[in-house]
């Protein structure tokens, strides 16, 4: 019986190790090979994590905002908004960056944008040095909920219809009076525009800031 019992026991072993390596002894060719191949396999895993965990993060967020990037039209109302406005403008959730550095274009400057995944400020950040507006532009890595909107007298927000009460209680004790604000796709709750600006999905709405 004892016999019977280390016949199985070798033979579970044999399996393992060809399992691991083909059975092949220590430093052979096949074990590096697999050792190779599950390091370049796990290597991948890991990095395509790194890549994707910023863009899945804001679902585990209090408020939801994914990255939904403006279309054209929506960048234009936005634009046609701020007409005539000049000076510092921002983005609060910026994406990769096509409100601002069209902002930029458009004369405002510094045009800077929130944004709290760093892969789209990285690459904002490399859309405006091969625009030539790196010296118009500013992307920072932070948090929307806890930047400062007083400097700002020019605030566009592509938000979500659960953030917006939250949003409008910021602005009205941290922005300036005579600030203009442009909600795109959501208005804010409360406040009465000054301008609604295209239809459907690429709604804008303009917002001039009177504290009462
Ligand atoms: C709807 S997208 C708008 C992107 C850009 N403004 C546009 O119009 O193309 C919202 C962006 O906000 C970012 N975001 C989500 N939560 C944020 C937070 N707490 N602070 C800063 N950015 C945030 C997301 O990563 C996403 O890029």
Redesign the pocket.
Known sequence: MAGNENVVAGQNETAFLELLGGGEPVGSGKRWGGMVVAGITGGAALALSVICL??VS?AL?R????????TTS??NN?LRALRGRSGRMV??????????LSAAQAGFSPAE?????LW?VLYSKFQAFKRGLSSKTDFHR??????SLKPYPNI?????EEMMTELELKLQKEVEDGTHIVA??FPLPTLKPAATIGSGLDTVWLYKHKSN
């Open positions: 910023p863009f804001p967020r408020v939801c905002l994914p990255y939904v990037p403006a929506q960048v936005v983005d609060l959730g910026s994406g990769d960056g096509r409100i601002v944008g929130v944004e709290l995944n789209l932070k948090d929307l909920w806890k930047f566009v927000i592509f938000g979500v795109c796709r």
